[in-house]
């Protein structure tokens, strides 16, 4: 793995946050344009690395003093994420309990920041077995108009939040509706591994500044 200063200043993280916004970054690229540098030691890559496996293994129930036990993390990094976090529960929290899903209609006031996006977003909804939505994150970032996205990058944290269903959600920043061959062999597989994983795939939709469509009311998902 590189160390940051080998990194040509333009894929660094808070470059990339300045061009493309924070969402393409990955979770460690988040923490390294956080924390901002590593130790003499340690170069901030490799901290953030074993910062993000920490958050993964015991998210939402971090504690400062775990921070603090990861060798490198004094009482300022650790101080720094903690507040990151709480200052995203406060402003930025995901849609809780108390947001439920009968319709794709529900589904837009979750995404509606997804209409104006210059590249293509992929959102996976969890929801409870009562349809309520357990979280709400930003799977992939792609190209103007082409994204990436794997069955295991949207059932992975589906599987940790003990979701009963998902739901899917994609921009077209070219602001067609029509799903693209490449849409529909997503969500089949998708629906596909839901059935592997015992978690439904409910609808997969497509958002645009003029609307959005359903591929489930188009009959692509039965």
Known sequence: MKKMKDLPLIDRPREVIARKGASALSDT?????????????????????????????QKPHIRYDDLRAIDGVGPTRASQIMACFELGRRYLAPAGPDVRVTKPEDVIPLVAHLRNKRQEHFVCITLNGAGEVLGNRVITVGLLNHSLVHPREVFADAIVDRAASVICVHNHPSGSLEPSPQDIVITTQLKEAGHLVGIQLIDHLIITRNGHVSLRELGLIS
């Open 29 to 57: 690229e988040l923490i390294e344009a956080i924390i901002g540098r590593g130790t003499k030691n340690r170069d901030v890559r490799m901290l953030s690395r074993e910062i993000c496996g920490l958050l993964q293994e």
